[in-house]
């Protein structure tokens, strides 16, 4: 049997479904992981999603034509069967299980496997074909426990206080920023958040995730608060008026890129918190293993470590290249939009690839 789904101009293709796994370019029907804008973007005929993740995609896309599926629920489109199952990444963050003819494929989007309480845990799927991110795909990168972040964010955020100085924290506005808030211990002091990411706290509220109360700034009448707040920013805020109104601040970086020196140099900050919502490198072995797949394909990350670590362990790897950045490029904007040019049919017989060792490169974090 041929592979069931190919790499296109306009992104991950399920042949015999004739549709789209999170496109990069406009097409008629599109399966969507999760809504970081580099999965899903403006501009497709129609969307197909898991339910958790439904209120964030109509957030970020705006008026879209959107079916939704509860996690394990099942519709066939051209004989695919297809069905999300929790990938443990954002709230809404789904793997995408697609069976054909006796044959199952899993395509992972951005998953982690340890469990943080701000959306559905990370579900092995066994399949024959497991196509798996790999933003942090090289040996180097461990993480601490989440808790253990936490408390040093916490403790951070304490000696600030007790200073006389906000603690202000950069973090991706879409996950991370809901992610610190459900994990740290908000009897500190006020917490006072961007409006980049206000707007998507209360989405994950309304979906039931307990996050302490936060300000905006503007309902902050006493400018005294702002001494022992924690602040949350997404990069963008670095160096602008917005931030600097909090006067002598500490800041600090949370990515799991801060596990790497030069990055906190290149950020500048004071701290630097290893937390990421990618798995580190055990967790992609992980997933793997627990898959069950024998064949393996790599997207974007660090493609030709994994690819070679996973033939030298037997299994037949290879890779996709796709254009999926990462979210340090991408979440400070409400959404990715995608060319204006016609959505794609799905019938097209224009070129595509097939499995191969490309490398790709991300700064997703």
Same mark, same amino acid.
């Given at each position: &049997?041929?592979?069931?789904? %190919? ?13 789209? +796994? ?8 599109? %399966? ?49 069967? +297809? ?11 789904? =793997?995408?299980? &697609? ?18 309480? #701000? ?11 497991? !196509? #798996?991110?790999?933003?942090?795909? &090289?040996?180097?990168?461990?993480? =601490? ?10 403790? $951070? ?22 992610? !610190? ?5 908000? /009897?500190?002091?006020? +917490? ?16 039931? %995730?307990?996050?302490?109360? #936060? ?15 924690? %602040? ?10 917005? !931030?600097?109104?909090?006067? @002598?601040? /500490? ?5 799991? $890129? &801060? ?20 798995? @580190? $490198? ?44 990462? @979210?340090? =490029? ?17 019938? /097209?017989?224009? /070129? ?10 991300? #700064?997703?974090?």
């Amino acid at each position: &049997m041929s592979d069931l789904v %190919v790499v296109r101009k306009e992104g991950l293709y399920c042949v015999p479904g004739q549709f789209y +796994i999170d496109p990069w370019r406009p097409v008629a029907h599109a %399966v969507i992981t999760h809504a970081h804008a580099d999965h899903a973007r403006t501009g497709h005929g129609h969307y197909l999603a898991a339910a958790p993740g439904e209120g964030i995609l109509r957030a970020r896309l705006g008026p879209i034509m959107l079916d939704a599926l509860d996690y394990g629920q099942e519709v066939t489109h051209n004989g695919v069967t +297809i069905s999300f199952h929790p990938a443990g990444h954002v709230l809404g963050s789904a =793997q995408v299980r &697609m069976a054909y003819r006796g044959e199952v494929w899993v395509a992972s989007g951005d998953y982690k496997v340890e469990a943080d309480g #701000t959306c559905a845990p990370f579900e092995p799927v066994r399949c024959d074909t497991f !196509i #798996t991110e790999s933003t942090f795909g &090289m040996p180097i990168y461990r993480w =601490q426990a989440q808790a253990e972040i936490f408390a040093d964010i916490d403790a $951070w955020w304490r000696a600030n206080a007790e200073q006389g100085r906000a603690s202000v924290l950069f973090c991706y506005s879409f996950g991370k920023a809901q992610r !610190i808030l459900h994990g740290i211990d908000a /009897s500190i002091g006020p +917490i006072i958040c961007h409006g980049a990411a206000e707007p998507l706290n209360t989405v994950y509220r309304d979906a039931g %995730v307990r996050l302490p109360p #936060t300000l905006k700034v503007s309902e902050v009448t006493d400018k005294s608060l702002f001494h022992r707040a924690l %602040v949350i920013a997404p990069p963008s805020a670095a160096g602008t008026p917005w !931030i600097k109104r909090f006067g @002598d601040y /500490s800041d600090a970086f949370a990515s799991g $890129w &801060m596990q790497v020196r030069g990055a906190r140099r290149r950020r500048s900050v004071d701290r630097g918190f290893v937390l990421s919502d990618h798995a @580190d $490198w055990p967790g992609l072995m992980q997933a793997i293993k627990a898959s069950e797949a024998q064949r393996v394909i790599v997207t974007h990350g660090q493609i030709p470590t994994m690819v070679r670590w996973l033939q030298q362990n037997g299994l037949d790897a290879g890779a996709f290249e796709t254009e999926y950045g990462g @979210d340090d =490029q991408h979440e400070d904007v409400p959404a990715a939009t995608v060319p204006l040019a016609a959505p794609s049919t799905e019938s /097209s017989t224009e /070129s595509s690839t097939t499995a191969s060792a490309t490398p790709a490169a991300t #700064t997703d974090a």
